[in-house]
Nanobody
């Protein structure tokens, strides 16, 4: 079994930055075809924020393009989400997700709260 553990959330003022980390208990590069960051705000559906495919290709939601960057450190089994120019609308619980090779099973982390407020 693989576990994903997020960290790095917190309270930040509008315009500020945070870096989220998602650490896997197994090799991210070997286990997952895709690793992504999702978020869920109160009363809203969970939405994809950014994802990185095993090949290194990245995709972003339109709402975060130019502000967020997803990256991967294979040696540390970690995927990062660098978030800059944060807005109140970015407030949500952020979840790490991994889609496994082969059976496409999904693994989810427990989530980390990001609050953007003055």
């Amino acid at each position: 079994q693989v576990q994903l553990v997020e960290s790095g959330g917190g309270l930040v003022q509008p315009g500020g930055s945070l870096r989220l980390s998602c650490v896997a208990t197994r090799s991210i590069f070997s286990w997952y075809a895709v690793v992504g960051w999702y978020r869920q705000a109160p009363g809203k559906q969970r939405e994809l924020v950014a994802r990185i495919i095993n090949s290194g290709i990245t995709n972003y939601a339109d709402s975060v393009k130019g502000r967020f960057t997803i990256s991967r450190d294979n040696a540390e089994n970690t995927v990062y989400l660098q978030m800059n120019s944060l807005k109140p609308d970015d407030t949500a619980v952020y979840y790490c997700n991994g889609v496994r090779f082969g059976n496409n099973d999904n693994d989810w982390g427990q989530g980390t709260q990001v609050t953007v407020s003055s």
